[in-house]
């Protein structure tokens, strides 16, 4: 039996001085559809399979909502059989937040995106047009675009003229770079977020060039009717040498104090990963820049860890241990805005060099049920059994087995999928059918389930069993995919437009707690 909580009683979970997990059960296309502002997205399609990675702690307050279809019900029960000890499920689901007259947000990453614009609007972060900076580029005016993203983001598509560096490298490598400080900076990224918080992270890092962000990024200039760069690989690759690497470490340690964050050894570090009674992230937050880290610790580069947190961090006024090579700018500037979301906040005093000594805590191995697994020609005599594609809908709607249907986790129980006495779970990823072959058999143990694994060699050897025609599955069906504005990625004006706007309007729908949540007032 699950312990009920009610919509006010959540709204005093997320502003009081402990920790909590808020939980968003629902696939991703019903969760940007509208969701309660701090709800972390963790569809029920791959629950168990990342909630230890986002909610480490077990003791942790886990507050599971849906749609009011049980679906929390059966989470639970996952929960409490991974060894959680303090979870509630939302009465009445969504439909109950909002007849509490609370609002939903649509869209993902809100808390990141609505702390980039109460930045802009605490700070007066100074911004520049893409008309502006055309003319600039015109006249050929003294100035450097420096494009906030991750390399793989900005070799898509790029300013012209443009040079990569990601955020969080931006206050140790710029210095070096640009020698002459009557040069001016302008960030971007490819909407407002990085570009304001990468300008900021600058500003406040004390660097004496004028800095701008560009207003709406690459988005901005296409909507200009600009043209952008694309497979661009310009990196600022220059590293600064020791005596300006002790410069700028005295400066972050300026900026560290500044904002009462705490540089701390292994041994300190390791006390609060061994805190049962509190949730601690540990990141390295450095951009490698296209080469691989060797350390087991996730690398998650701060601009990427400020601008999507909730992706990484799942329990909100947690700790995190932020790791860089030991210069402390890059987890200094991560610190400053990561410290500001009201999060706990600490730096490794030696970085990456000493982070080896740390012991992580290892997630419960799942028991994995014995999947009974298929090859192409097995699946072709097989008879009698009905084929249930799990992978993602777009994946689907691209090519199929044919006669297969296409099926979420989540719609399991609702279509009483567990009373076919024959099936075939079609998958690209074992893990997920593991989840879904439990599930049914959970219900219904004489069901004989077999699965086959996708191959894109089987679709050249036997490409008369596969079905490339267009599928037209309704939107509504198709819960996996992100529907938000998502036609700016094939060049819609009119979703950017949509876009742009949906993250400059952010802060007026937040109520007096959630701008109270971070410290910024």
Known sequence: MNTKI?????????????????????????????????????????????????????????????????????????????????????????????????????????????????????????????????????????????????????????????????????????????????????????????????????????????????????QGWFLSNLSL??????????????????????????????????????????????????????FNVTNTLGNKTVSEIPNVPGGQLVQATDKYIGVWKSNVILIDDGDLVRAGTTAMWLKKMNFKVFILKNGISEASKLKLKKHYNQKEEILDILNINELINLKNHTLFDIRLSQDYLNVRLKNSLWLNRSEIFKKNIYKNNAIVIITDDLKKAFLIVKDIQSQNKNCRIKVYKWSKDDLIKQPYIFDRTINKMVKEKRIDFNFHTYKRHEGSKAHAEQYLKWETDLVDKMDEQELSFFNLF
Request: proline residues 4%; aromatic residues 8%.
């Open 6 to 218: 009610n919509a006010e009683k959540v709204k005093f979970c997320l502003y009081d001085d402990k920790e909590v997990a808020f939980i968003d059960l629902r696939e991703l296309s019903q969760h940007t559809d509208g969701h309660p502002f701090f709800a972390i997205c963790l569809p029920y399609s791959v629950f168990e399979l990342n909630l230890e990675t986002l909610v480490p702690n077990k003791k942790t307050r886990l507050i599971l909502i849906d749609n009011n279809n049980e679906i929390s019900n059966h989470a639970y029960d996952k929960a409490v059989s991974l060894g959680y000890l303090n979870i509630f499920v939302v009465e009445g689901g969504v439909k109950e937040w909002t007849k509490k007259g609370f609002s939903l947000f649509d869209g993902i990453n809100v808390p990141s995106k609505s702390f980039g614009e109460l930045i802009e609007k605490k700070y007066h972060t100074p911004s520049i047009t893409a008309k502006q900076l055309h003319q600039k580029q015109s006249k050929n005016e003294n100035y450097v675009v420096i494009d906030g993203r991750p390399f793989d983001e900005y070799k898509k598509m790029s300013i012209p003229k443009s040079i990569c560096c990601p955020n969080a490298e931006l206050a140790l490598r710029v210095p070096s770079y640009i020698n002459d400080q009557n040069t001016e900076i302008i960030i971007n990224c490819a909407g407002r977020t990085r570009s304001i918080i990468g300008a900021q992270t600058l500003i406040e890092f004390g660097i004496k060039n004028t800095v701008k962000a560009l207003e709406n990024g690459t």
């Open 229 to 282: 760069d694309h497979n661009k690989d310009k990196i600022i690759g220059i590293l600064p040498n020791d005596l300006e690497i002790k410069e700028l470490k005295e400066k972050a340690l300026n900026l560290i104090n500044k904002n009462n964050i705490k540089v701390i050894d292994v041994s300190q570090a390791q006390q609060l990963i061994n805190d049962t009674n509190a949730s601690t992230f540990v």
